[in-house]
């Protein structure tokens, strides 16, 4: 064999075991992808599950929530009711004191008129001394009947005074229900906006943005968002400041870098600043 064909059955031999060794590693990189890849998956799966556990856990809270403030304004209608009907009682009971009162002054003066008759004629006094017992005793049912209307009146303003309480009482229970139930859509609207996948599509899109100016006293606020991002009259905003829900918003005016609302709820003892956050309500 000659040096020329020796050396071409070297050159082969070479790129033969280069070939081989490049294949080697190719498949090992594959096998590595593969696993990472089947890795990634997995725990994707298990964050969608949890975050769907969730979702569903506040979507719950929500309900509870509903139904306590359905309670609470069924609770104060029934106390409005019987705060009408107590009314109307003491306006019966007032009625029927006046004509009491009528009565006794009616009495007096007819006892006041037999009196100068008994002057007039001594013939007639047995009869107008009947007369004038018969008076006295209609006086002093008269008497009799206006006590009682005053202890009916009283009755009546004891239960005026607890029907109010109930009904304060139902208030404050509503107004509590209704802070929970802005609080948990805050925090539900924070999940939703931390996690654009569990979000469903409405014709309002999710929008995030700042508060530019804030007149808490006339109830108008700007916001960074206009009718370039889309924003039309009555989209609905969250205004928080940190992780603390301040208000919720509605569009009346839309400009075309900016647009002005009016608060909806929440305005209170956290008023509205330049500067806070707002982002799209569910």
Do not use: C
Not at 82 to 102: M, P, R, V, W
Not at 222 to 246: A, H, Q
């Amino acid at each position: 064999m000659s040096t020329l064909a020796k050396v071409f059955v070297v050159l082969n031999l070479l790129l033969a075991v280069a070939f081989l060794g490049a294949a080697a590693a190719f498949l090992g990189h594959s096998d590595n992808w593969k696993a990472k890849h089947d890795k990634k998956v997995i725990e994707t799966d298990s964050t969608i599950r949890s975050l769907s556990d969730e979702r569903t856990s506040l979507k719950a809270s929500n309900d509870k929530l509903e139904v306590s403030v359905t309670a609470a304004n069924t609770a104060h209608e029934v106390a409005k009711k019987g705060e009408t009907t107590i009314a109307d009682a003491y306006a019966q009971l007032k009625k029927g004191y006046d004509e009491s009162n009528a009565s006794y002054q009616n009495a007096s003066r007819a006892l006041l008129i037999a009196q100068e008759t008994i002057k007039n004629g001594r013939a007639l006094v047995d009869q107008l001394q009947t007369e004038r017992q018969a008076l006295t005793d209609k006086l002093r049912a008269a008497q009799d009947g206006e006590t009682a209307s005053t202890t009916a009146k009283n009755n009546a303003e004891n239960a005026l005074e607890l029907a109010t309480n109930q009904l304060q009482d139902a208030n404050t229970k509503l107004a509590t229900a209704e802070g929970e139930l802005q609080r948990t859509r805050f925090r539900l609207e924070a999940l939703l906006r931390s996690n654009p996948g569990l979000n469903a599509s409405t014709e309002q899109q999710w929008q995030q943005g700042k508060v530019l100016q804030a007149d808490n006293e006339h109830n108008i606020v700007v916001i960074s968002l206009g009718s370039e991002d889309g924003v039309k009259p009555g989209y609905k905003y969250t205004v928080s400041r940190g992780s603390s829900f301040v208000a919720e918003i509605q569009i009346t005016n839309v400009q075309t870098k900016s647009a002005a609302g009016k608060v909806l709820t929440g305005l209170g003892k956290m008023p509205i600043k330049t500067g806070d956050d707002i982002m799209t309500a569910r």
